[in-house]
Each structure stands twice: as C-alpha cells, then as structure tokens.
C-alpha cells in the first residue's frame, strides 16, 4: 500500500492557517484553548475552530488537533465535551502522547484518526506495533531517531501506519521535548505548553562566599549557551526521508508568524514537489530558508549523532546537527513589510505591516512560485496623498504596477546591515 507523501503546517492562529493554506501545504496542525503544546500561541476558541475546519476542507486541506499535553487530574473532567466537539466539528485527526488522553479520544470521539505524538518518544518499531494495536493510524516520531531507524521501524509496521517526522523548526534539547528545567526555574512547565525555554538563555556561576560575584561559564567571552539547540532545516534532504518511509513532512512553529508560515510552506512545497519527481529543489527554494528568521541550521539526528556538528560556530552551515555556542539569537535577512490585498487595473492594494521606503529595493513572494524583485516609484496612503516612506503598520497603501499577484502575497526588504 502505497501512502501518499503529506506537508503539515503550523496553525497558531486563523492569520497563520490562511497562510498555509494559500501556500500549498497538505494538512494543518492546530490547537483549541486548551490541552495544546503552545500556550504562547493564540489558538482556537470554539468557534474558530469550526470555522477552521470549514475554511481547511473547502480548500481540501486536512486539519489535526494537538490535545498533546500531560494534562492534570482536574482538567480530565472537561475533556471528553472537548474532544467530542472537535469530532463534531469535522478535525480529521487528534494528536495525543498521555495514555488517559488517548483511551478518551477512543471512547468519546471514535471517528477521529488517533495520530500518537512526538512527546511519546517513539524510537522503535515494537512500541509502533503496540501503538497500531491501540488505534493508532499515525506515530510522530522522536526528533532522536536517525534515517537507518525510520526504514528499520517502516519495514516492520502496517502497511497503512503512517510515519510522520519534523523537517524544520525549533528543536529541543530534551529527549522529544520531556524538559523539567522550565519547571524547576519559573514554574512554567514545558510539558504543558508554557516553557520559558531556559535552554537559550546565558548562564554565570556565583560563588557562595562572594555574593553578587558573578563568574561567566563560557565558551568565549560572549557567554556561554551550552542548551542551545540549532534550528532543523531539511530542505535538501527530503528525498532521503521518503526513501526511508516518512509519510508526513512536518514544520514546527505554531508560535510562529504568519510570514514564518508562508515562507516555509511555500518552500517546502516546492522542494517536496521537486523530490516526489526524484529531483533536487531549486536555488530560490534553498534561498528561501535564509528569508525567515531562524537559528543557524541543522539536520538534527537523521545523519547520525549531531555532536559531529558542533566544530563550527558558522551559524551560515548547515551542519550534521549538535549545539551552538555562540549566542541564542535569531538571523534574521529581510523584514516583512506588508501583504497584498488586491491586484487590479494596474493597481496594487496593499495592507503594511512594516516601515520601508520608495528606495527600497523589494520582493514579492507569491504561493508557488520565485520570489519577484519590485521597486515602485511612486505610493499612495489611504487618504490618497503621494507618499515616499510607509510608517503607519496596518495602513492601506495603494501602489502602481503591472505585477500581478493574488491575494494575501507578502511583500518584505532585505535588512540593511
């Protein structure tokens, strides 16, 4: 039985799910108010989570509802009427890692598709075997294992379970994301969505009989961030997942924006697409990895152990994985600076987001295809005055040109150095 490959977008908000959808992705990842990974993130209230699910199969696009927290004791009571709402709703699928969690999706909303989560830890195929047993269609696998383990687990489960690994995003330094440092530091418990991520933060050790002395642990004198986990980024590796047996290809980020969203769906996209015809992507997919603000890059465990990595401190190499020392910050190459609304009459309608000028040199990225270069001379604001500099976020601007574009296309600058 032959499963058909899958890309899986984030979904923190309405805003981000419009923009995978317009991207091109196979199937979105979101959560409710409650029982999801990211508290951080905006989420779905009742409403807009029926709205979602509309808006998703109109577009035939399959939603799944994250219900992967550890929850406590006080909080079960309430979900059996959440999870049967989702059904009722139409999610086609619930992700779960606690076991009291997944025998309630069973119980309460039998006709959702049981996917078992990364938190789960699943390493091997004997726990997949048991997983199917139990119900479950999909196993998310842990972020630890490596390509020879992924067609190890693939050749010794079902025919029709499915394999789902992250491709790109945040990794973890904890074993699939179980962290207690959060917890022990600010009371913020990385297993139920609220993690402070202490992980990048820069450390100083005090010595008892010298308070207030504080001595840098370091690797050089910008500090020390020995927790700090590269980004994964797979882009020009996916043809070695689906040789291996991966089903869905997953990209992380439902705290992430909606350009952060656009930019990697539309991406991977591509690259899926060029690997699903045994070819490598383009340069501009490449290139557009680079346009999102990201840590440096990795390929995680997938080509063995990722201390092999941690020699460079070039945060412009993608390496086999492992730490990075140097700082926790984020490289960041060009500024999203609005959308498009409207293109018509040879005229471009747009909404800002962010400050840039008539001397600009920009780019437009429309869903599947390379990014256009575009430089106006001349916009307006929205009482129709000439203007040479958008400073107002969410005004509407209006802009000649004969580029033609649909909706919801995003506009960003190069960040000047």
């Not at 927790?227 to 996916?238: S, T, V, Y």
């Not at 990201?294 to 993608?318: A, L, M, V, W």
Request: hydrophobic share 35%; charged share 25%; aromatic share 8%.
């Amino acid at each position: 039985m032959s499963l058909k490959p899958e890309l899986l977008a984030p979904a923190g908000d309405e805003e981000c799910l419009i923009s995978a959808l317009d991207y091109g992705c196979d199937a979105v990842y979101l959560a409710g108010k409650t029982y999801g990974m990211r508290a951080g993130a905006k989420n779905f209230d009742a409403e807009g989570l029926k709205r979602a699910v509309e808006l998703a199969h109109s577009r035939g696009v399959k939603v799944y509802l994250t219900c992967n927290t550890i929850p406590l004791n006080e909080e079960l009571d309430a979900f059996p009427e959440f999870i049967s709402y989702a059904q009722r709703c139409g999610i086609d699928a619930a992700i779960a890692c606690d076991l009291g969690v997944i025998s309630m999706i069973k119980e309460h909303a039998p006709e959702l598709e049981l996917h078992v989560s990364t938190q789960t830890g699943v390493v091997n195929y004997k726990t997949a075997q048991e997983l199917y047993k139990m119900g479950a269609k999909r196993i998310v696998l842990a972020r630890e294992v490596d390509l020879e383990n992924i067609r190890t687990i693939r050749k010794n489960i079902p025919e029709d379970m499915e394999i789902e690994v992250f491709v790109h995003g945040a990794m973890c330094v904890s074993f699939s994301g179980r962290c207690l440092i959060s917890e022990y530091l600010v009371a913020r418990n990385a297993n139920r969505g609220e993690c402070a991520q202490p992980c990048r933060w820069g450390y100083y050790l005090m010595e008892e009989r010298r308070p207030n002395e504080f001595y840098k642990v370091c690797e050089d004198e910008s500090g020390s961030y020995i927790l700090n986990a590269r980004d994964m980024c797979m882009i020009e590796h996916l043809d070695d997942l689906l040789n291996a047996g991966v089903t869905s290809f997953k990209i992380e980020g439902r705290a992430k924006s909606a350009y952060y969203v656009a930019l990697t769906v539309n991406a991977y996209r591509a690259a899926l697409d060029a690997a699903l015809k045994g070819e490598k992507p383009q340069q501009w997919v490449l290139d557009e990895v680079n346009k999102i603000s990201h840590r440096p890059y990795c390929t995680g465990f997938f080509y063995g152990h990722p201390n092999q990595g941690s020699e460079t401190q070039d945060p412009n190499t993608i390496t086999n994985g492992g730490q990075y020392f140097a700082d926790s910050g984020y490289m960041r190459e060009y500024d999203f600076v609005g959308t498009v609304d409207l293109c018509e009459n040879g005229i471009m309608h747009l909404t800002q987001r962010n400050y840039f000028t008539l001397s600009d040199e920009l780019e437009i990225l429309a869903p599947n295809r390379e990014p256009i270069s575009f430089k106006p001379t001349v916009m307006y604001n929205s009482d129709g005055e000439q203007i040479e500099v958008a400073r107002h976020a969410t005004e509407k601007l209006t802009i000649p040109s004969d580029i033609t574009v649909p909706p919801h296309s995003i506009l960003r600058k190069p960040v000047k150095k």
